[in-house]
């Protein structure tokens, strides 16, 4: 605390990302990110890209890659695109462009916490709904009466999907305030809510290349919608920051939609994997919540997930303990390579052996 700080400042409670230690090397199953590095053309562009061009500004408006993106999910135009430095960053601008003060919005209580976070930076209320029994989002809670809407698909850190049928019923009982479907990580199973952008003006849909894409590092997350949603967003980031995302990862960007092949190879492997591993664990007592997301979120009913979390840490693996009400006793594990989730599913034997 200092006395330099604004009362805001006092006030917030920032958001806490995952651990990215330096100590020693960890496998990394706590961040959600892919174990495969991006394809070898991503890289290729983003050399290309770091050449002394570097001087001049990037293009503050990322028509190109806007275009490619649009073109990507068969939109009309790139006026339905909105790019960002990552989602996060596109996140805060959408709650400060769809979302008022005094008009409380509604996202699950379990899901991702950057969510009240924003709200509370920006006085936004909000109310929290609370997941059922078996870590579902109640659909028609989100009918009552509110100020705007958000929630990832899949649910983060469930991992549970919604179908879009669901999520049309939302959209209907919706029309006057912001959808905002937060699809982080749509492409491990799910199908995503943008076919529905032309019927539904108030619904957006917010994606990144972080995770399925391989490219956390690189900070690009995008957002697709109604023209008018596209251009409230715009409005808020030219009063904040002109030139959000730089000439690297434009480049890598466009490469990265470029080789449709890698992607869905990489995203395939993953998903794979993820499979293999949910049936290992349940092979040795883990109850397991079905997942559509490259993270699986689990427990088991004779370990505390912090015991498990701790003994992993020895071992030197990270998961993600959230020592939060109703999920303490679970943890969310990124899915890694094949070698890694070899590694960690010995290690958790290991483990359940020494209590069992
Ligand atoms: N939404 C959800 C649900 C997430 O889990 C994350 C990653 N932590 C993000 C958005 C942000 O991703 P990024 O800023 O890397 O695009």
């Known amino acids: ?18 651990e990215q230690p330096k100590d020693k090397t960890y496998i990394k199953l706590n961040t959600n990110e892919n174990p495969y590095p991006p394809s070898p053309k991503v890289l290729e562009a983003m050399k290309q890209a770091a050449n002394e061009n570097i001087r001049l500004y ?18 009309t135009n790139k006026e339905q695109v909105f790019m960002g430095n990552g989602s996060d960053e596109l996140l805060a601008f959408v709650f400060l462009a769809f979302f008022n003060p005094g008009s409380p ?35 028609k809670e989100f009918f009552k009466k509110n100020g705007g809407i958000i929630f990832p698909n899949p649910n983060a850190p469930t991992g549970k999907y919604i179908t879009l049928g669901s999520i049309e ?69 030219n009063s904040i920051n002109s030139y959000t995302l730089d000439r690297v990862a434009l480049a890598g960007a466009m490469a990265s939609f470029a080789d449709e092949e890698y992607f869905q190879n990489t995203r395939r492997k993953v998903i ?22 490259n993270f699986i979120f689990i427990s088991h009913p004779l370990t505390s997930a912090g015991d498990i979390y701790q003994q992993l840490r020895e071992k030197g693996i990270l998961v993600r303990y959230f ?34």
């Open 169 to 237: 019923d939302i959209l209907k009982q919706n029309t006057n305030q912001v959808v905002v479907v937060d699809e982080a990580y749509i492409d491990f199973g799910g199908e995503s809510a943008v076919k529905l952008i032309n019927n539904y003006p108030n619904l957006l849909v917010v994606q990144t290349l972080s995770k399925s894409r391989s490219l956390a590092g690189l900070r690009v997350g995008f957002a697709m919608g109604h023209e008018d949603l596209i251009e409230g967003i715009n409005r808020v980031k």
């Open 272 to 293: 794979a994997t993820r499979e293999k591993t949910i049936f290992r664990l349940l092979e040795i007592g883990f109850t397991v919540i079905p997942s559509q997301a």
């Open 58 to 75: 990037p293009t503050p408006t990322c028509d190109e890659l806007r275009s490619c993106i649009a073109q990507y999910y068969g939109l």
């Open 323 to 356: 020592n939060k009400p109703r999920i303490d006793n679970f943890l969310r594990v990124s899915i890694g390579s094949d070698e890694e989730m070899e590694y960690f599913l010995k290690a958790l034997a290991e483990i359940i052996d020494a209590v069992c």
């Open 1 to 18: 605390m200092s006395k330099y700080w604004s009362g805001l400042v006092r006030n917030i409670e920032p958001y806490v990302p995952g």
């Open 105 to 139: 919005i509604l996202f699950p209580d379990i899901t991702y916490s950057f969510y009240p976070v924003y709200a509370s930076l920006f006085h936004i209320d909000y109310r929290p709904v609370p997941l059922d029994g078996n870590f579902s989002i109640p659909i």
